[in-house]
DNA sequence: TTGTAAGCGTTATCAT
DNA sequence: ATGATAACGCTTACAA
């Protein structure tokens, strides 16, 4: 007379005593064990547990309990993704997020999302990952995200799970870049090639050799080789400055570099953005781009507008989607084929002439 | 002597040896029951936990399984999204994603992403889904969404979860929407005052009286009857192409339409985009936008640019950011406050005058 | 206020 | 090939 009060979820259990078999038969027959249950036992079982509405997933808590004894990873499904904070804000970012997006939404993969910020502690990461429930993860920092992750392992001891980094290569990463030298290369090369010989650039100090600044650097270097030119001379080098928002003053200090070097006919900017504040600053000052001034920007993502709407930025496109669409299948693989190699894929750039380049004036 | 070969996680057992108590003990402590435990010992335990790194959501698992007992539905910070197939390509869609994204990213919920589609199944829903490791859902479609999930849950035996719907108001789910009455009514008083009386509307067929097309119809109305104007004898009816692919297809048919009813002075576009495909489609027949036909749009999410780039698509704007914001924090609240009644947010739309509606010429 | 026992649903181990 | 038993780590119910 013990009517259950409320509808639960069908049991392994159940199964069993409808089957009339034993529940470790059916946890057996329905995983498919041909070598401990045989094709017959296997076929009926399934048969019943489907016709029954028995739901694999449902608990999927007690799998993972069980399966701690003999510490088995468990995949849920789930994938981490540490991003910049504020990603869905930025053209760069949010592109690269939409090709993840692309690639993992058709399959249904939970995405977690865990911010890349330099205070970031290993508590202040989503749940998630200190559940232990992220089969792999996907970032756009591997330095500091490959960082934060094994100090999460090491803590709580979890075993390590596969990370992909995007735009950035870094050890113990697998890795989907941009072809950073090359974009230097083809940048510088397009100056030169103008007649640019005195050319502005920007860096961080203190980079590892694999950096995007140390990789850009290497192809400006190229560039004045290859056409027998001094580069050590030729370049100026300025830090970028690290605040995004005052990018304004960062031009300033620009302006100042450009008074003090009037040898400068051309800048390689950081990226779009940073040239397109560069060119309205500029301007606003009596400098025109490009007759008194060339400059070229970075990732093609930011249009520089004149006054017909037009971009007029001459920049390097970056394949952002293409390298959010490949990080996720690269993850994808890197779930499913338990040991294999970390491997770094480089996609190619492309040069894109607009209207803010030419000649350098005679002077 | 026996080394353990993995180190795995610290468990409430290995607190409550270190402290000298059971593990009943620290399990209440580490959860401040006031009512069973003092709060010497609370702080105590606690202390102990923190320092040995005990790690609550390592066995958020076992926690899962134990709570199955006293049915007990347990939060799992992860949050269904229930959005239309391809969502990232389409900018209506992307701005409430990204509204959504605000508010839930920060706050580290795990968010899983399922399709609507009218062929989808309990059976395609994400397997978080049917893990039953959802504290709440938003969705796009309300009617659609609330139908699987009902389904899933009676399928299952799941407790039921908020639903929030988006857009569109539905039974059982609370709601964050548009006027969509005040779009069609500053639509249609907006063609009216410029003169026009036979104007072209779309609509689906066999809506509920909820639905976007009937409340944006009523506004029609309205506009009509407070300038003592009939509408019966003034709204043209069309249907609605239901594909998106073919809205070329369409805006043919429309051109039909304006040939058999030489009076309709202007269109009343289901969407912006359909509004840019007629644009294009009646000016390469002659027909010149808005000297011969006013259009307007609906939501303010694609424009329609004239050979200078500028936008002339005279439309309303949806506040789609306002609405993806606040549905999140709308679907936190539902989740936190237990017992609370499904509530409908009404956001107000704006009328964006721009150059692709004039009075209409003198015949 | 604290401890003991039982059970959540699964899987591994060992027996048959 | 199949079954019995003991975990996995936690929480509720009840006993002390």
Known sequence: MAAKNVKTSITMQEVAERCGVSKMTVSLALRGDLKQVSQETIDHIQAVAREFGYNPGANHAARRLALKKSNQPVLNNTIGLLLWEGFYEVNYDQTLFRGVLEVLAPKYYALVLGYIRRDVQVEDLPCAFRRDEIDAFLTCDAEFGRHLLDEMCERYGFSKRPVVSMIYQHDGCSAVVPDHRMAGYLLAHHLLSLGHR????????????????????????????????????????????????????????VLRMLDAYPDITAILAPYDEYAGVL???????????????????????????????????????????????????????????????????????????????CPPRIK
Chains 1, 2 share one sequence.
């Open 198 to 253: 005195h050319i502005l650039h920007f860096a961080d100090s203190g980079v590892s050799p694999f950096h995007p600044f140390a990789l850009r650097l290497s192809g400006y270097r190229q560039a004045y080789q290859e056409m027998g030119l001094d580069s050590d001379t030729g370049l100026h080098y300025m830090h970028r400055g690290s605040q995004k928002d005052n990018l304004q003053a960062c031009a300033e200090n």
């Open 279 to 357: 060119i309205d600053v500029l301007s606003k000052h009596g400098k025109r781009v490009p007759e008194d001034i060339s400059i070229v920007g970075l990732d093609d993502t930011d249009p520089a507008l004149n006054e017909q709407s037009q971009n007029i930025l001459t920049t390097v496109r970056m394949p952002l989607l293409e390298i959010g669409r490949q990080s996720a299948e690269l993850l994808l693989q890197r779930i499913s084929n338990e040991e294999t190699e970390d491997i770094t894929i480089t996609l190619p750039v492309e040069l894109i002439k607009r209207a803010s380049t």
